[in-house]
């Protein structure tokens, strides 16, 4: 697939999300269904390359149209019918063919989470400046787990190493870090299965 595509294919320009600039931070605005799915690659039984799911963007700078790929979803979550909030996370510029070729560059997506989802993490240790908060990580962001769920339905204390699963309550303006409270304990075998899920409990 050559990046980025040509203004003229009609069908792409129809699907092309346009953004005003494509970089790392830019939130796709609306939930978009993929655009297209790559072939695997193999060298003989060896996995080089998965397969992605990804969409079109159009970055308002160059007028240019690039193909964008979804990285780190959970396998369940895979599919060409599923709608993803998504942000750009990652701007790879590659070198051009010659000194007469159009730019080359690959952006990488990530969803991004909303208040009121529910994500499975893993307690690593307490937050460096709050003893009352567990550090955690999910995709790109970084995560603050409280340390004792703040409903009485769910009442119990998180420990370090534990497997929890949590309740979105917060996210810092960049999509770099949010905050959730813990819901339940789960399984080091559950946590792997949902690893990068995000539930959407406002969209169901």
Known sequence: MKHPLKENNGSVSSMAISLPKIEPGVIIPEPVIPHFKTQPIYDGERLIRPSHMGIYLKDGRDGLIYPSFIVGLNPADVSMS??????????????????????????????????????????????????????????????????KSIKNDFNFNVYSGNFIQATVYKINSKHERFYASPLQKITKEEFEENRNRIIRMNLQ
Do not use: M, W
């Open 82 to 147: 599923n709608e993803y909030l998504l942000i750009v996370r990652n701007v790879k510029e590659l070198q051009p063919k010659s000194a007469l070729s159009r730019p080359r560059r690959i952006t990488y997506l990530e969803q991004r989470v909303c208040v009121g989802d529910l994500v499975f993490v893993h307690a690593r240790h307490h937050a460096k400046n709050n003893p009352n908060q567990f550090f955690s990580r999910f995709l790109f962001y970084n995560v603050f787990v409280d340390s």
